[in-house]
């Protein structure tokens, strides 16, 4: 008798971690060695309409029922070359990502008795990305479980389905994206190459600039044969960004940061007008400040000159047209 693991154990689903209108710029969202976020789980939700501009999904009743912590590290042994990164998913178990300019890819998984090797890895995230943004990106890999050779290949679509308001227990944080995520793909066995197994997911990502894990996340699994599964998934609000994310109505990014004689301020916003740039050092002093070069709503890029300022650590904030405003920490060196 043939035993095999489930591909549950050898199909971990990045469950992971953008302005009006939000956007994933490069490297962003990408996780990097010693970075730890702790969730919560709770019951999956009917997933929210696509095609919504501004809309807003109240979820201020998301009960929860357990907790689990998504920890980075260098990546580890059986890591396949060029990874970034490794997620620890259980004892021995690791998930391993690369990241580059453009993707946040998964390329492979290790655990006491399986692995995966991916040489075209899954797309988790694509950059530049947004608000209506489509991208189908195709995966291959090969992999052993319980002294079994099987192959998989697959895609992945990522869809910028929808931007708004997203009211969570703890707050309520403007200018979110949600990204739905479809993943398909096939297991065959090279020994058996007539039993497969068939693996469908569907998630629904809300992110926020500033804050690399989703704040929401909702996810539902098929496997063929199997089972079916569904949960939902909300970010503890002691994360990184989580503050500022809270406070800002539009989202503001920096690259780089930290910056030396120029900064690329990074925003959006959903009314048309001229925005207001500053830089504030810790008294709150003006130090620079300049216009906007458009008019527009939507993302902008602007570039600040720092060549006047000192060293030191600054928050640069933006205002626009109706007054709304956000923040972010900036390093100079």
């Known amino acids: 008798m043939i035993t095999r693991y489930t591909t549950t154990a050898i199909s971990i689903m990045m469950v992971t971690s953008v302005f009006a209108q939000p956007s994933l710029l490069t490297g962003n969202s990408s996780f990097a060695p010693g970075e730890s976020y702790l969730s919560y789980i709770g019951n999956y939700f009917t997933p929210p309409d696509l095609d919504q501009s501004n809309t807003t999904w109240n979820h201020a009743t998301f009960a929860t ?21 490794s997620e620890v998913a259980g004892p021995e178990s690791y998930a391993h990502y ?15 008795g399986a692995s995966l090797n991916c040489t075209n890895g899954l797309m988790i995230f694509a950059y530049p990305f947004t608000y209506g943004s489509d991208v189908s ?17 697959g895609t992945m679509d990522l869809l910028g389905g929808s931007w708004g308001t997203l009211v969570l227990p703890y707050g309520t944080f403007t200018n979110v994206l949600m990204i739905e995520s479809i993943q398909e793909h ?24 500033g804050v690399k894990m989703p704040l929401l996340m909702n996810y539902e699994l098929y496997q063929i ?15 990184v960004g989580m503050e500022e994310a809270l406070r800002n109505a539009v989202g503001v990014d920096l690259m780089p940061n930290p910056a030396s004689d120029n900064v690329e301020v990074v925003f959006g916003s959903a009314s048309p007008g001229r925005t207001h740039i500053e830089v504030i050092d810790a008294t ?50």
């Open 65 to 85: 029922t357990a907790s689990v912590t998504s920890q980075y590290v260098a990546p580890v042994g059986g890591a396949p070359a060029g990874s970034t990164v």
């Open 98 to 112: 690369k990241a580059t300019a453009t993707a946040f890819e998964q390329v492979g998984l290790s655990s006491t």
């Open 137 to 153: 990106d195709t995966y291959s890999c090969t992999g052993m479980t319980n002294g079994e050779a099987f192959t998989r290949s």
């Open 186 to 209: 096939e297991d065959v066995f090279v020994n058996d190459p007539e039993f497969a197994i068939s693996y469908y997911a569907r998630t629904q990502q809300f992110v926020k600039p």
């Open 225 to 239: 044969p199997g089972q079916y599964i569904t949960y939902a998934r909300l970010l503890d609000q002691s994360a």
């Open 284 to 333: 709150g002093k003006v130090l620079a400040m300049q216009w906007s070069s458009s008019t527009t709503s939507g993302m902008q890029r602007d570039v600040l000159d720092l060549t006047s300022i000192a060293a030191g650590i600054y928050t640069v904030r933006v205002t626009d047209a109706n007054g709304a405003n956000g923040t972010k920490r900036l390093v100079k060196n």
